[in-house]
Every structure is written in structure tokens, then in C-alpha cells.
């Protein structure tokens, strides 16, 4: 299906006298063997008026018109993105590129690395051809990333991420002169906008494997850059392992974003959070994940009642529990909070508001008050069925209330 729609827009681009490319990514992974369903066109002509004229056809749709002459198509579920080949000049480090229209020639040679920078011709007169100006198949053949130019890191200093991202995913190597411009550039990071930053980051928590390319970065100099000073932990592969264990129900990446700023301060991370435009979701579970850290010796105490761990920790993220229960030292908090998130949370009384009204109990606080009552005997075994919580809910209106006060969170 994919082919056949690779297919309608070459010939219709032929009939427009414009020249379509496979390019990128999904070129590297061809001649690597790895599958990739990421399909990049370049046109040398005009890819938003192809990829109109393809939607008037009837065999795709066309989902976005994007800035910069590109746009995307879709087709069953394959997504195709078109994008018309162009020139790039960097007005200043870190600054977005200035566009202009240019040959499959200038849109190789804008790009970050020789492996990505080949094209697959698809025109009638050249189809399969492949265009390989800066050497990438032989890098390919040696696993080395090479920059196309010795500014390249200058001009976008995401290459940097996008550099690590792709030596760890692959297991190649930079190439020697590479290697030292990108230690040479590190600086240029900070002429980066924090979404930029983000961006990378995310798509380098998004890997299979990322504690990889985590572990080389903190080693490179790179985090420390990036405001993440403490370093990260010995145990970033067990931990991030132990993220990936399919019973944790905190998303990835934000629970990968918990553990690595786990070792932080407070103040660290609201730096972080606003150097690097952090959305509220996993801003507000990096800073429950500290906050809960800081508490910690209070799930520490011996003896405590279901309910207390409970009340403790009914507040928290389920991403800030579970960072805290893989990155904790301490085996009685881990244990406490493996308790919750195994048993306690999901924990529920037989009887709710409608059933008390029926018991006589009229909405308000005290139905609140004996509501959660409830919840804490259930939790604590003290009440196991529905009848003896009836007979609770009973004698607690009757004012025989001993239940124990709720610990509250510090
Ligand atoms: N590119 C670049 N510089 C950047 C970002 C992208 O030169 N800062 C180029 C690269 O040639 C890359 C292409 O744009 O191959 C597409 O970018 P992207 O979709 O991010 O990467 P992919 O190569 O598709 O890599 P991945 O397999 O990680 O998706």
C-alpha cells in the first residue's frame, strides 16, 4: 500500500515536471536493514501543490499544510511527509534556519549527519538510484556519525542530542574530528530555546533503551550543560529498567524525568522546569517525586497501619511513588510504598454516599467524615464485607467514633 501511494505521487510529479526523494532516516534504516515506516519525501518543485493534487485524486489525504513548504499525507495508516527541497543558512548560532527553495543537493547538505543525508531517487528516469554526496553508505559500512560541516553543531546544537541519540541507538561511533567538535561545541546548548532542548530530550526518553544515551551525555559534559548537575545515578540501568516493568502505571517519559532529577533540590528543578518549558504533568510529578523524598522518613516509622501509608500517600502522582519506591535507599519506605502501589490504591469500601442516605445519613460533612472512616477500616482489615461496614456506618452516627485520626502529608 505504501509503495503504491510512493508510487501515484512520482508518476503525478513526473507529469508535473518535479523530482520526488526518499530521504533521511528512513534511507539509513533501508541500507541498514531496520525497519522504518517514517516516510520522507523531498520534491525539487513544489511538495504542497503534489501533495494537493494527490489529495484530489482520492488516494490520500491530506492531513497538514506545515510552515516551510512541507506537508503530510495519509494513506490506510501509513503517513507520508513532503517536504520541498531547500536551501538553509543559520542567521546565528541556535537561531532557526533561514529557508529558501533548492535543489536534493542543498537539502542533503543542510542536514546533521553523513548517514542521514542520503536520498533514494523515485522519478521514472532514475528510480532507486541512491544520492550519496557526503559519504554516508560507507559510514554506514564503518558505524561512524560525521557532521557534514565543522559549524554544524555551531549552527544547531541539538545535533549534539540527536548525535548521542543515534551513536547509542545504533552502536556506532563518532568519528574521530566529529567527536571533538561536538566537545569543542557543548557550550553552544545555551544558544538552544528550552523547547528545542526538551524536544530532544523527549525523543531521547522515547528510545528503547535510553539509559544509554542518558549515561553518555552525563559523561560527555552535556548534562551538566543542561542544568542537571548532580550527575546521574550509578544505578541509572537497574532503575530505568525497573521504569520500564510493565506493572509500573507511571507514563514514560515522565517517570524516566522523576529519576533523573531525583538526586536533585528543589530549586534545581524549578530551574529546570523553567529552562526547559516543562508541561504541567510532568512538572507536577517531578515535584511531588521531591517533595514525597523529602517526607520519606515518615513512611519510615514502624508499625504503621495501612491506612496511615494511605494517608500518606494518597496525595502523590503515581510517577512520583513509583520513582520513589525504585530510587529510594531506604527498605522500609520501599516496602511501604510498594504496598500502596500494589494494594492500598486500588482499595475500595462496599458502601458509598446513595448507600448511606438509605442507612439514614443525611449528605453533608458527617457523611463525609463516615465515608472516610470506612475507607481506613477497610484498609486496615478491621471491616472485610459489606455488612460489617453497614454495622460501622451505624455506630459511628451513634458517636462511637474511634476510629484514629488521618496522618496527614507534611
Ligand atoms: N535533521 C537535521 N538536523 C536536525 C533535525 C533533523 O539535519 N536538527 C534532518 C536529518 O537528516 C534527519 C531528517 O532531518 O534524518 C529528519 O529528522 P527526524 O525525523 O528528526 O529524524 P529521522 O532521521 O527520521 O530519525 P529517527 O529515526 O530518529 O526518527
Redesign the pocket.
Known amino acids: 500500500m505504501l509503495l503504491e501511494l510512493v508510487a501515484d505521487i512520482s508518476t503525478l510529479a513526473a507529469g508535473r515536471s518535479e523530482r520526488v526523494y526518499l530521504v ?3 534511507v ?2 533501508l541500507l541498514l536493514g531496520y525497519p ?1 515506516l ?1 516516510i ?1 519525501l523531498v520534491v525539487e518543485g513544489d511538495a504542497v501543490g503534489l501533495a494537493r493534487g494527490l489529495a484530489g485524486t482520492g488516494k490520500a489525504k491530506l492531513l497538514a499544510r506545515h510552515h516551510f513548504g512541507t506537508a503530510t499525507l495519509k494513506h490506510g495508516e501509513f503517513t507520508v511527509d513532503m517536504a520541498t527541497a531547500r536551501k538553509e543558512t543559520y542567521a546565528r548560532p541556535g537561531a532557526l534556519p533561514e529557508v529558501a527553495p533548492g535543489t536534493i543537493r542543498d537539502d542533503l547538505a ?3 549527519f553523513s548517514i ?2 542520503m536520498a533514494v531517487a523515485l522519478s521514472p528516469d532514475d528510480h532507486g538510484e541512491l544520492i550519496d554526496l557526503h559519504g554516508g553508505r560507507a559510514d554506514l559500512e564503518q558505524r561512524l556519525i560525521r557532521v557534514l560541516h565543522p559549524g554544524s553543531f555551531r549552527d ?1 546544537a ?2 549534539i542530542l ?1 548525535g548521542v ?1 543515534y551513536e547509542q541507538r545504533l552502536g556506532f561511533e563518532f568519528e574521530v574530528q566529529t567527536a571533538g567538535l561536538l566537545r569543542r561545541d557543548i557550550p553552544m546548548l545555551d544558544t538552544i530555546s528550552g523547547d528545542r532542548i526538551r524536544n530532544e530530550l523527549e ?1 531521547i526518553l522515547d528510545e528503547k533503551e535510553p539509559e544509554y544515551a542518558i549515561r553518555r551525555l552525563d559523561d560527555l559534559g552535556v548534562l551538566p550543560r543542561l542544568g542537571l548537575t548532580t550527575g546521574v545515578s550509578d544505578d541509572i540501568h537497574e532503575m530505568f529498567r525497573e521504569a520500564r516493568n510493565p506493572s509500573r502505571t507511571g507514563k514514560l517519559p515522565t517517570l524516566y524525568f522523576c529519576l533523573l532529577m531525583y538526586p536533585t533540590t528543589v530549586d534545581e528543578l524549578e530551574v529546570f522546569i523553567t529552562r526547559f518549558n516543562m508541561p504541567s504533568g510532568p512538572s507536577r510529578a517531578m515535584r511531588d517525586t521531591l517533595h514525597l523524598k523529602n517526607s520519606l522518613h515518615l513512611l519510615q516509622r514502624p508499625s504503621l497501619k495501612p491506612s496511615q501509608v494511605y494517608g500518606l500517600l494518597q496525595e502523590y502522582v503515581a510517577p512520583a511513588i513509583e520513582a520513589n519506591a525504585i530510587a529510594s535507599e531506604s527498605t522500609a519506605a520501599r516496602g511501604n510504598l510498594e504496598l500502596f502501589l500494589t494494594e492500598l490504591r486500588h482499595v475500595k469500601s462496599s458502601l458509598n454516599g446513595e448507600d448511606l442516605q438509605k442507612l439514614g445519613i443525611p449528605p453533608g460533612p458527617e457523611m463525609g467524615r463516615i465515608l472516610r472512616a470506612l475507607h481506613r477500616a477497610r484498609l486496615d482489615g478491621e471491616v472485610v464485607n459489606r455488612i460489617d461496614e453497614e454495622r460501622l456506618a451505624c455506630s459511628l452516627l451513634a458517636g462511637n467514633d474511634n476510629a484514629e485520626p488521618q496522618p496527614q502529608r507534611e
Do not use: K
Request: proline share 0%.
Open positions: 533521511g532516516g528512513v539509513r534504516d522504518n517514517d520522507d543542510r542536514r546533521d542521514n543525508a544547531d541539538t545535533r540527536r541519540r525523543l
